[in-house]
């Protein structure tokens, strides 16, 4: 079954315009690829459609009738119906030409959440439009592949954007993937499919949950002379960036404005407010399955809402070191953590750390629930 | 810099409208394609193009036939059809006709969906074929020249309206269609690029469809099977029995009857009579071929391609054969002018020969063109008698009386005629000055004058056919005009009272000669019908033409009419036939032999005037070498220097030139060379791949200050190879 996937990924016949360049080919035994272009079955890229079938069992008619009644309307006839065939080859060919396409998924998704994946084509002809594309895609889990359509003709030099939408089911890794550009352009006599199989991975985050928590548990609210890295009206000196227009005079930072010639005002840091420390302890024999998925959905939301509020310091997973969340970059690597987090056995505990109080820490509820602890007291629930 | 479509395009409901009038189109075109077919379903054919022509003018109309019509109409055709194939088979073609037409009105009227449609253009490929293969006829091209792009634009329609399953079962909305509105968006639709492209995809079709037929391999088939060859029957002039009146019947047809290709014009030495059918038999105005000629032995039965003769002394008229076309509908038997070295069908053919009178027939009369070829052809005035004659020789021997009974050749002399009748013949024929002479030349030449000075020609003859007497012997007496058949009827009675056996003969006399394509073509009111009298001295049958304004009574006289030439727009359309016919349908193997021939021999000619030319060269160039300082040499060194110099010099000044052509020709500054190609390279540099920088420098070159080409090239030469380079990558 693997070898059948790689090979259907790996898939191109003799129409696909890179069948003979060097190094696409891993194939070389002979029979096999001579086999291959014979009965190509499922992988086959290009199909005869119903009208195909009819064009060639007409032809096979009018030329059995042609050679047995010496016609030359018969003969006249039948290089027409060949001569279409190899006009439709022809303008399906100049169809595909220059035409490319990528596929970009979504930046970032969580269970449940309607994702939306589009396919950007783009004609790069300098005078003939494409029509009639049409694509396969389809994600993980998705039993059908979705038909996907471009309904007007892509001009020279025009490009469009095809959508569709999904929603995974679970956290992990995503696969959303397209199967090359099909059409049946222009008489519709084969469906001929250009290009390989292309599939990219998404990490799907935790699904948002609701919970209880009680923010100043610690009653740590805030904490003159330390500072955060975001800007504000603190006194330490954050950043310098260039004077706009309402900047108090004040904060113009003279000996850079000298040296660099141009007016440029000084950035504070934020005076802070005291936060919180996430400590995820993924122990398999603390978690069920279930409640593991809930576990990480908490630590998403609970991580989102205090990120959002200012007040998430550093989140620590498995033991590691913890990791400063000083912005979105940050936090999103943390919930591609969350993403790919598994239960444990026996994971390294984080080591104690004397300076920074409001560690968050999670133990398990009867009933399948999520008690949130701040400094070992319960604060929430989920 | 897009080249993006600006026109109008056409929605997926105009598009549904559009091809279901496309439909109704083929529908139409089906039963023009059928209508040409003489089989008897007339009727459902006019009832067909009436449907079809509702379809098309009032859609809205036939899309309110309420749907449950439909559940009903499959099986009551079905029906129908099965009783007409019941009723009338063995014949098959007719009622197949019939089921086709009641097929296609079904699909123009029922709802369609993509296989519907497809059946639609299936059903009317199969009329057209049928018909072109039945009628061989030049209007098959016409029809399948139109089919090709409505065909294909209908398969495209229908793959641009592919969208999966749930296209195929589109209801069409013709609340608000109006014909003024959909054409007024086709048009909107149409641009010069898209007619343009159809006009190559259409000469792409044409030109790979030529050159298929002719590469498509043919075989010598001796056997081909005969496929739908249709009989009918043959004009009334030309048939076994032929009455007063029948073949001037057909002059007033002024369609094409023959066309002849032969090698030229010259080949025309004297006025050609098409000989059809010899009819030996008299009876109250009627003359027939008698039983013994159309029975064995006097006629034989064969199956053959080629039919070889031995008659034929000398070479023929021009080294070519002659290819003759005939008409279909006209006659079973072959129009030759005499005698020939051998005929050659297109395929094996059921061929009757009479070959006591020199007539070659078919079986049956067809009602397509028929086509043979006549090889070293005999513009015969007399016609060797036969071992069949053998009797009549001896029968003049013994001085030839009145009524000789038996079959062929004794119906020669036979009268039939009443005693009243016979002594109105013989006041006639006394009459005649022969001198003494028993002459069938000065026989024929005596009674020619006879008939020109007491009769005129016209084709309304007084002849009184109830006066009780045979009515051409009532002619002689009581008539003063007449048509062809008078004239030769009064000569072969003349003439058998005399004691000459004479026969009638039918066909065609004359033609004219189309100078487009040059070839000969012989019309339906050239037919005709002469005589042909027995001249026991040299013992053989001598033409006699006894219709007046046809040359001279001596009947040994070799009489030329003055060509008539044909031209205008009608031989044009005659033309094109004649070229459909030569190059399509009588193309075949000897036809595709001759073509590589020809194509070997021009490479070899070719070749061998490239290597005469090389040789020259050489020649040339070892007379410099060894010659140097000859004078014709040291000139001929300085022209090539000074045509180098020159060429070179006009290179390098080649934009500097342009430019003052430019400024000269005073066009729009938007026009400088400079700036166009730099349009060019922005263009090709929209793409991506190019540097920001070298995309900034061509536009200052495309709309910033004028510059030279001379400044300009390095920015191009730049962004060639970064193009370049992108397309490397």
Known sequence: ???????????????????????????????????????????????????????????????????????????????????????????????????SWSLQPPEHLQVGETGMAEVVLENKKRVFPSMCIAMQAGSTGQKTMLRLYLDRALGAGQSSRLEWTFVPSARGRYEIFLNGLESMFPFGFIRKVVGRREAVSILVWPARTDYEFGFAAGGWRFQTGFSKRQAGAGSDLLNLRHYEKGDPPRLIHWKASARLNKLMTRQLAQEGESGYHINLVPDAEDWSAAQFERLCSVVCALSEDLFRAGRLETVSVAGGDPLPVRGLRELHSFFDQLALLAPLNHPPQRAVLPAPRNVISFNPLREGGVSIHVDGIQAGQA | MSTAYKQVRLNAEELHQLKQLMGALMALLSFWALASLDVGSGPVIVLGIGVALLALVFPGFVSRIPAITWRFAGPSIFLVILVDFGLHLPEFISPLVRMVVLLIIYRVLAPRNQREDLQVILLCLFCLVVSGVMTVSLLFAVQIVLFTPLAMALLFIICLLDRGENSRTHVIQWTHFRWSRLLKRIWGAFDLRVVLLSAAMFAVVVTVSTLLFILTPRFDLNRAIPFLEMST????????????????????????????????????????????????????????????????????????????????????????????????????????PGDFSSVRFEQTKDVELVEGVHVVGLDSVGQSVFSFQVEDLQFNRRFEATDVDAALVTVGDRELSGEAPGGYPMTTLQLGLSEESVAILNRINEQFDLAGSADAAVY???????????????????????????PVVDWLENGSQGHCELFAGSFVLLARQAGFPARMVVGFASGSWNSIEDFFVVRNRDAHAWVEIFDPAQGNWLRVDPTPGRGSSDPEMVFQRDMQFESGLFAWVDSLRIQWYRRIVN????????????????????????????ADAWRSLKGLLLSPLDRGNIRAVMALLVFVIAGVALWRLRFTLLEILHKLSGRRASLDPVRLRAARYLRRAQTGGVAEPLVRELQALRFGPARTMKSALPVFKQARRAIRRRKEV
Do not use: C
Not at chain 1, 44 to 65: C, E, N, S
Not at chain 2, 234 to 244: M, W
């Open chain 1, 1 to 99: 079954m693997a070898d059948a996937s790689r090979e259907m990924r790996r898939w191109h016949d003799w129409t696909d315009p890179d069948f003979f360049s060097p190094g696409d080919q891993e194939e070389q035994r002979v029979v096999p690829l001579f086999l291959r272009q014979i009965l190509p079955r499922h992988l086959q890229r290009t199909k005869l459609t119903l009208i195909g079938w009819l064009l060639i069992l007409v032809a096979l008619g009018m030329g059995t009738a042609a050679y047995n009644t010496s016609s030359n309307i018969l003969f006249m006839t039948l290089s027409l119906l060949l001569s279409s065939l190899v006009l439709s080859g022809l303008l399906s060919q100049i169809n595909f030409h220059k035409l």
């Open chain 2, 233 to 336: 029957d043959a004009q009334s002039g030309f048939d076994e029995t032929v009455r007063l009146g029948d073949v001037s019947k057909i002059l007033e047809d002024d369609s094409v009857a023959l066309r002849v290709d032969l090698p030229s014009m010259d080949a025309l030495s004297e006025e050609p009579y098409w000989r059809m059918l010899v009819l030996d038999e008299y009876k109250d105005g009627t003359f027939r071929v008698s039983d013994s000629l159309k029975t064995r032995p006097l006629r034989s039965f064969t199956e053959k391609r080629v039919l070889a003769s031995n008659r034929v002394s000398s070479p023929g008229r021009g080294s070519e054969p002659w290819t003759i076309f005939m008409e279909g509908g006209i006659s079973r038997y072959l129009p030759v």
């Open chain 2, 444 to 470: 024929s030449q005596a009674a020619t004058d006879y008939l020109w000075q007491n009769f005129r020609y016209s084709l309304a003859p007084d002849v009184n056919r109830f006066s009780g007497r045979d």
């Open chain 2, 587 to 614: 193309f075949e193997q000897e036809d595709q032999v001759e073509l590589a021939r020809g194509l070997k021999d021009r490479i070899d000619r070719t070749l061998d005037h490239l290597k005469n030319q090389l």
